[in-house]
């Protein structure tokens, strides 16, 4: 891999990553553009990384209240029920998404050698966010969400693990399809992603057997960082907006695109 790759897929990354169009999408359709047969596995967990850091910086507030609410919980001084209610919710949307991981591991990673089923995944992206035209608009807020919310959102982002899902397309959707207030949804599923993204991460660097072209993983994990830390103040932007669904004819485009083009 040159540097150019690197930097490339690391802007891929970045952008894909919190853009409702699917990382592992957009990856797996380049990656075979370059003639990459092999899963370039180092590579991708510094890129992942990159992005968990980006996630982490931009939503350092909430995370900082979370710690604080799990503190107050524990020593039984002071309270921050809002840390607490994002810690619980967190906690139980994460168990469906671990369970699907566990149980569909094998297939799950079969499906990123086959391009083909990947663009049809997009068309699947597409259709979802277009659907959150409809979302109904019950704007509920944390106070009112349940568990039954946290257990939806965590099948979608479990679903999400499948190449051409997007995790952030298929959460935030859900998120609205149950009701929860824009924003909510947006911070939702970028909280949650973060214990699926460094569980996920973790795995992957065990199997690991050698690290081999470190300047370019970290190039592109450098640039996954930056990149991803705008593209993701700008789709909060567009959550509030409530222009989600306007991702649908990228994510349309691009499965069609994989589904003629590559082999």
């Not at 169009?21 to 180092?42: A, D, N, R, T």
């Not at 991803?228 to 994510?251: E, M, Q, V």
Request: hydrophobic share 50%; charged share 15%.
């Amino acid at each position: 891999m040159n540097i150019f790759h690197a930097i490339f897929l690391g802007v891929i990354q970045g952008l894909t990553e919190f853009l409702p169009i699917s990382s592992s999408g957009h990856l797996v359709f380049f990656q075979s553009l370059f003639g990459m047969k092999e899963p370039q596995l180092f590579f991708d967990v510094m890129l992942h990384f990159g992005t968990l850091l980006a996630v982490m910086v931009y939503f350092r507030r909430d995370i900082s209240g979370i710690i604080r609410g799990i503190g107050s919980m524990l020593t039984g001084k002071g309270k921050n029920e809002e840390g607490i209610k994002f810690f619980f919710w967190i906690l139980v949307a994460s168990i469906p998404t671990g369970l699907m991981g566990i149980l569909f591991k094998d297939w799950f990673e079969s499906l990123f050698s086959k391009p083909k089923i990947v663009g049809g995944m997009l068309l699947i992206t597409g259709s979802i966010l277009y659907l959150t035209r409809w979302a109904k608009r019950e704007d509920k807020y944390l106070e009112k969400m349940n568990w039954v919310d946290a257990l939806l959102i965590g099948v979608a982002q479990g679903i999400a693990i499948i190449p051409g899902i997007s995790r952030s397309g298929a959460t935030i959707s859900m998120g609205l399809f149950c009701g929860l207030n824009r924003e909510l949804a947006g911070t939702f599923s970028f909280l949650l992603s973060i214990p699926a993204i460094l569980g996920a991460t973790i795995l992957e660097m065990r199997k690991i057997q050698s690290v081999s072209e470190i300047l370019p993983a970290l190039l592109g994990m450098g640039v996954a960082f930056g990149v991803g830390s705008l593209s993701l103040t700008f789709l909060i932007k567009i959550i509030k907006a409530g222009k989600l669904s306007n991702f649908s004819y990228y994510c349309w485009a691009m499965g069609l695109l994989m589904l003629f083009l590559v082999k």
